[in-house]
């Protein structure tokens, strides 16, 4: 296995640079998956069923050995981070077939990138009819979720990776940090059975990897049993299943900390089922893990003072970019609004300011837009336009 440094430099080096948004279109991804497989025949590519609106489904295959991994990205449309990953590990199996050698022959690793192609094509979470394909795991009637079923009841996976992306607002429960990674090991109905308690191995070794990377940033979803979706389907058929989400981090609209840290995953993951190495630490470890909460905000500006009627309040206010989809190079504008107001202390900021000595001069409406004017008779005024701090 490579070290931490050698596997960032790795990444470094075979990050896919004509993918730098979050937002590309489907065209452009098989675009790219097209050309990467045609000049490296020995990663397979295989259709393995099509979406509503007649959008190719693809798996792609590396290795021939005995344990069978599955992962899968953009069931969620808008959920882009782990696809883009997964190109940074094809650059990477290419440049450097020399550390995936020991990898590819003990393993046989499927990826299926974009399995909801029509929620991509819309940058949503749904697919093409609404229905979002997480949810559609009991009822079994969407194509995406056919294909997926379809397909590893064939494969048979030994372990399968659920990857997704979550919301900025999700943070570490009694921290003010982001959730930049969040694990599941999915509930059964009733007792554990052994392919849970190995999952939650998994999960312990892979936080382990890189919790000093992202230190006190790594969350836990709680036990809730959601008999709909896919990850509790695949657990109760038997197949050890972990969900990744790639959450938020300071500084970082795309999201490239959470991509990082997908690809260091997704190598980690494979040398240590690999190795076996994963059954070192023991399940209950798994707990120790913090679990998720919803306090972050984009903006926190803290300790305002508003003078109203005659009362004078100190007050913290939240602000929330809100994305909406537009045509420009990322994709997307910000419509920022007003999230919350007062006591905030529990709450965390990408970025946050201590605003105390300035006064707003009327109140702020919770969800308008988030451009206003902070006052002081010392510093000068603090303009906030659109959600940001204007200089
Ligand atoms: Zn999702």
Redesign the pocket.
């Known amino acids: 296995m490579l070290s931490l440094k050698k596997l960032l430099d790795l990444h470094d080096k075979s990050r896919e640079i004509r993918l730098p948004y979050r937002r590309f279109s489907f065209e452009l991804f098989l675009e790219l998956l097209e050309q990467k497989c045609a000049s490296h025949p020995t990663r397979l590519k295989e259709q393995i069923g099509t979406s509503i609106e007649g959008r190719p489904i693809y798996a792609i295959s590396f290795g021939t050995g005995s344990t069978r991994v599955l992962l899968w990205t953009q ?2 449309g808008n ?1 882009s981070t782990a696809t883009r990953a997964f190109f940074d590990f094809f650059n990477a199996s290419v440049a450097h077939p020399e550390y995936f050698e020991k990898v590819f022959e003990s393993l046989t690793i499927v990826f299926i990138p974009v399995l909801n192609p029509d929620g991509m094509a819309r940058f949503q ?1 749904a697919n093409a009819i609404g229905i979002d394909p ?1 949810r559609d795991a009991r009822a079994q009637q969407t194509p995406e979720i056919k294909s997926l079923l379809t397909f590893a009841k064939n494969f048979e996976p030994d372990w399968c990776f659920n990857l ?3 919301r900025n607002l999700f943070s570490v429960k009694g921290s003010t940090n982001p959730a930049t990674v969040s694990f599941l090991s999915p509930s059964h109905f009733g007792n554990d059975r052994k392919n849970r308690l190995d999952a939650k191995q998994m999960v312990v070794a892979l936080s382990n990897e890189i919790q000093t990377l992202i230190p006190n940033c790594m969350g836990r979803f709680d036990e809730e049993y959601y008999p709909r979706a896919i990850g509790e389907k695949f657990q109760e058929m038997g197949y050890r299943t972990i969900l990744i ?1 790639a959450g938020g981090a300071p500084n970082d609209p795309e999201r490239e900390v959470a991509r990082k840290m997908n690809f260091l995953l997704f190598c980690s993951a494979f040398h240590l089922i690999g190795s076996e190495n994963w059954k070192k630490r023991p399940d209950r470890d798994y707990y120790a893990i913090p679990e998720n909460d919803q306090k972050m905000v984009d903006l926190l500006i803290k300790g305002v003072t508003l003078h109203q009627n005659g009362h004078s309040i100190v007050l913290d206010i939240a602000i929330e970019r809100v994305e909406e989809n537009a045509p420009n190079v990322q994709g997307f504008i910000y419509k920022s609004i007003v999230k919350d107001l007062g006591d905030l202390k529990e709450y965390g900021g990408y970025e946050v300011i201590d605003a105390q000595g300035y006064y707003l001069h009327s109140a702020l409406e919770l969800n308008a837009a988030a451009s206003f004017v902070l006052k002081s008779d010392s510093k000068g005024d603090l303009k906030i336009e659109n959600g940001f701090i204007l200089e």
Request: net charge negative; glycine share 0%.
């Open positions: 069931m969620h959920e979470r997480n997704h992306d979550q989400e």
